[in-house]
C-alpha cells in the first residue's frame, strides 16, 4: 500500500489495520520517496468491543492498538503520525503509534511519531512505545527485524507498576529466544 497524499483520521473512530490470529497485516505500508503524514491518530470511541479482538495473540487479556493493530512478516516505511492521542490507560496492553504487536520478519524504517511541538501521547496498561508496543521474535525460526531511522517525540507513559511495566521511546517490548 502506497500513501501518495495526508491523511487525517480526526474525529475518527479508527479500528486498527490487522487483526489477532488469521488476520494480521502481512504486507508493505509506505508513504512513497517523499514520505507520507497521517494525522490525529486517536483511541477515541475505541472499545475491545468495537475491534472484536479482547484476546490478544500473546494470550493476554485486553488490547493491541495503533495505525496496525497486529503485523506479520510486514514493512512500513517513510510514515510519520502526527497529533497522535492514544489513551487506552485500561485496557492497551500492546500499543504503539504504528504497529501495536508485531511478529515474524520485520522492517520499521524512516518513520516518525509527533512532533517536537504536537504534544502527541500514548498511554496504555504494559507493552507501550511509539513506533511499536510489543515484538515476538519467540519460535525455532530465525527472525529479521530491523527499526531504522526512526524519531519519537510522542510521550510514552505505561500505567501498570511493579514487575509488569514495559515501555519504550521507540519499542515497548521484545520478547526473543525459543517459544
Known sequence: I??????????????????AGTTPFRGTLTGGTSGATISGL???????????????????????????????????ENITLTNVNIDLASSGKEMGAIVGYASGNLTIKDCAVGTASDNSSIVGLTKVGSIIGH???????????????????ATIKAMTTGANARAGGIIGSMYVGSA
Do not use: H, M
Open 2 to 19: 502506497e500513501l501518495t497524499q495526508e491523511i487525517n483520521l480526526a474525529d475518527q473512530v479508527w479500528i486498527p489495520i490487522g487483526e
Open 42 to 76: 486517536s483511541s477515541a470511541g475505541y472499545t475491545a468491543d468495537v475491534a472484536n479482538a479482547t484476546k490478544l495473540s500473546s494470550g493476554q487479556i485486553g488490547v493491541s492498538y495503533g495505525l496496525i493493530g497486529f503485523a506479520e512478516n510486514a514493512t512500513v
Open 135 to 153: 515484538i515476538d521474535a519467540r519460535g525455532d525460526g530465525i527472525y529479521n527485524i530491523l527499526i531504522e531511522n526512526c524519531t519519537n517525540y
